[in-house]
């Protein structure tokens, strides 16, 4: 593992660092997931989990970038952490308060809530057992929150909530949420509350321990598959599994051939179902016979009953035809994923974060590569590949900047074109955040920017751009 540089002790304390405008009293706030303020805007939620809380290390903090016609800036964005008014907690050492994030409006006000873990938090003597915590969002923007329930019998060290998905996994029309963790993965089921939290919650006890976990509809139905890889013994590729909600209770289905341990859910064909992208970022090897040199990504396309397992599924890497660069041991090529429509064309599109690619000598520095839906499904024609030596994006591309340490794509300008979000975990030490405009032609360069940790006041950081709110 890279060893950061020491730095000297954050200040860090609580609450918004900047002021909002308040929502106009005679507007309706605009229900979209990831507008905390309801102005209509998606904002970016980035979590600095391991950044000092006065004089509690690694206590962890989410940084809020508000969305605008202009994108998001440096300027106007909030800091919280687990000191923050009304959040519940305290900021204390190795908390990793932001180690996973996901927004959704789940308490049906209009305003989007953020989800997040806190993997390192303990609780009586029990160290590292983890939790959940939901900020609520507001006319002014996130403010206050409630803890998660805490399922029972979570063991030391199990980093519950390292893994949190939103949906509608039920189809009742309320949004739930799901977290992962070494003894326990768990369900809460929507409505949310303010003062009493979700509806009712469970463990998923099949499952057993789970540390990844993401969600979208694959049956087109309307209520969310609930997507869960491990690795086991025997497939360090990585099982998939996933729930459907059918006959009114949850099933639970294998994906029997499938591998990866990060994906995504986009309707890359246009056809009405979403299909699931995986990324098998790992390179094989004697315990990994599958795989692909440098990492690759599998398109398992959904439909009336979720993804047939029977399907060969498209398989792309950086060796296939089109797709920039060629794949080396340990570029990570596909160890990130979000999907979304970049050009308005009404297809989902990809975008895949190889963080540890080396660019012309220089070690992790780290790529995104962008890939296309289409009629025909996600196609490598036209791919592109972005990274800090590209013409147009901030700074250049140095050892251990790790360029695609997150990845997410969102529209954050309202012009119905989602915007490329960029985790770069390593900038300079602390980590940043980049921003690259979608297009009707795609990604452009024009207004791209680069926002390091010092820029919103994170002082001693490691890892700022580790994850971004899906």
Same mark, same amino acid.
């Given at each position: 593992?890279?060893?950061?540089?020491?730095?000297?002790?954050?200040?860090?304390?609580? /609450?918004?660092?900047?002021?909002?405008?308040?929502?106009?009293?005679?507007?309706?706030?605009?229900?979209?997931?990831?507008?905390?303020?309801?102005?209509?805007?998606?904002?970016?939620?980035?979590?600095?989990? +391991?950044?000092?809380?006065?004089?509690?290390? +690694?206590?962890?903090?989410?940084?809020?970038?508000?969305?605008?016609?202009?994108?998001?800036?440096?300027?106007?964005?909030?800091?919280?952490?687990?000191?923050?008014?009304?959040?519940?907690?305290?900021? !204390?050492?190795?908390?990793?308060?932001?180690?996973?994030?996901?927004?959704?409006?789940?308490?049906? *006000?209009?305003?989007?809530?953020?989800?997040?873990?806190?993997?390192?938090?303990?609780?009586?003597?029990? #160290?590292?057992?983890?939790?959940?915590?939901?900020?609520?969002?507001?006319?002014?923007?996130?403010?206050?929150?409630?803890?998660?329930?805490?399922?029972?019998?979570?063991?030391?060290?199990?980093?519950?909530?390292? /893994? %949190?998905?939103?949906?509608?996994?039920?189809?009742?029309?309320?949004?739930?949420?799901?977290?992962?963790?070494?003894?326990?993965?768990?369900?809460?089921?929507?409505?949310?509350?303010?003062?009493?939290?979700?509806?009712?919650?469970?463990?998923?006890?099949?499952?057993?321990?789970? &540390?990844?976990?993401?969600?979208?509809?694959?049956?087109?139905?309307?209520?969310?598959?609930? %997507? &869960?890889?491990?690795?086991?013994?025997?497939?360090?590729?990585?099982?998939?599994?996933?729930?459907?909600?059918?006959?009114?209770?949850?099933?639970?289905? !294998?994906?029997?051939?499938?591998?990866?341990?990060?994906?995504?859910?986009?309707?890359?064909?246009?056809?009405?179902?979403?299909?699931?992208?995986?990324? *098998?970022?790992?390179?094989?090897?004697?315990?990994?016979?599958?795989?692909?040199?440098?990492?690759?990504?599998?398109?398992?396309?959904?439909?009336?009953?979720?993804?047939?397992?029977?399907?060969?599924?498209?398989?792309?890497?950086?060796?296939?035809?089109?797709?920039?660069?060629?794949? !080396?041991?340990?570029?990570?090529?596909?160890?990130?994923?979000?999907?979304?429509?970049?050009?308005?064309?009404?297809?989902?599109?990809?975008?895949?974060?190889?963080?540890?690619?080396?660019?012309?000598?220089?070690? !992790?520095?780290?790529?995104?590569?962008?890939? @296309?839906?289409?009629?025909?499904?996600?196609?490598?024609?036209?791919?592109?590949?972005?990274?800090?030596?590209?013409?147009?994006?901030?700074?250049?591309?140095?050892?251990?900047?790790?360029?695609?340490?997150?990845?997410?794509?969102?529209?954050?300008?309202? #012009?119905?074109?989602?915007?490329?979000?960029?985790?770069?975990?390593?900038?300079?030490?602390?980590?940043? %955040?980049?921003?690259?405009? /979608?297009?009707?032609?795609?990604?452009?360069?024009?207004?791209?920017?680069?926002?390091?940790?010092?820029?919103?006041?994170?002082?001693?950081?490691?890892? @700022?751009?580790?994850?971004?709110?899906?």
């Amino acid at each position: 593992m890279r060893k950061r540089p020491l730095l000297l002790a954050a200040t860090l304390t609580t /609450g918004l660092l900047t002021a909002l405008p308040a929502t106009s009293a005679s507007a309706a706030p605009s229900g979209l997931a990831g507008d905390f303020n309801g102005d209509g805007y998606r904002d970016v939620a980035v979590s600095a989990m +391991c950044t000092d809380v006065g004089t509690a290390s +690694c206590a962890g903090a989410v940084v809020v970038l508000y969305g605008s016609s202009s994108g998001v800036s440096a300027t106007r964005k909030a800091v919280i952490t687990q000191n923050s008014a009304g959040v519940p907690g305290t900021a !204390e050492a190795n908390d990793l308060f932001g180690s996973s994030l996901a927004a959704a409006d789940l308490d049906r *006000d209009g305003y989007s809530d953020l989800v997040v873990g806190s993997s390192g938090e303990s609780i009586g003597d029990r #160290d590292g057992v983890g939790s959940g915590t939901v900020l609520w969002g507001s006319g002014t923007g996130l403010s206050g929150g409630k803890g998660l329930p805490q399922p029972s019998g979570l063991s030391e060290w199990g980093g519950f909530s390292r /893994g %949190v998905a939103t949906g509608d996994f039920d189809g009742d029309g309320d949004l739930d949420v799901t977290l992962t963790g070494q003894s326990d993965t768990h369900l809460y089921l929507g409505p949310f509350t303010r003062t009493g939290g979700p509806l009712s919650h469970h463990g998923v006890g099949e499952l057993g321990s789970t &540390y990844d976990v993401f969600a979208g509809d694959l049956s087109g139905d309307g209520a969310a598959e609930r %997507v &869960y890889p491990f690795a086991v013994d025997g497939d360090s590729g990585g099982q998939i599994f996933y729930y459907t909600w059918a006959g009114g209770d949850h099933q639970l289905t !294998e994906l029997p051939n499938a591998d990866g341990m990060s994906g995504s859910v986009g309707d890359f064909n246009g056809d009405g179902y979403g299909d699931l992208v995986l990324g *098998d970022s790992s390179d094989p090897g004697r315990d990994k016979p599958g795989g692909h040199k440098g990492g690759q990504i599998t398109v398992w396309y959904g439909g009336p009953n979720g993804p047939d397992p029977a399907q060969t599924p498209t398989v792309i890497h950086q060796d296939s035809a089109n797709v920039p660069g060629s794949g !080396e041991a340990g570029d990570g090529f596909g160890m990130f994923l979000s999907t979304g429509d970049i050009n308005g064309d009404k297809f989902a599109d990809v975008a895949v974060a190889a963080p540890g690619e080396d660019l012309d000598g220089v070690v !992790e520095a780290g790529s995104v590569t962008v890939l @296309f839906g289409s009629a025909s499904g996600l196609r490598t024609s036209g791919a592109k590949s972005y990274s800090q030596n590209t013409a147009g994006v901030p700074g250049t591309a140095e050892a251990w900047d790790r360029f695609g340490s997150a990845v997410a794509l969102t529209d954050v300008t309202k #012009d119905g074109k989602a915007d490329l979000i960029v985790g770069v975990d390593g900038e300079n030490g602390p980590g940043g %955040v980049w921003t690259l405009r /979608g297009a009707s032609t795609g990604l452009t360069t024009t207004g791209a920017q680069g926002i390091t940790a010092a820029a919103v006041s994170l002082k001693a950081t490691n890892y @700022f751009g580790s994850v971004i709110a899906q």
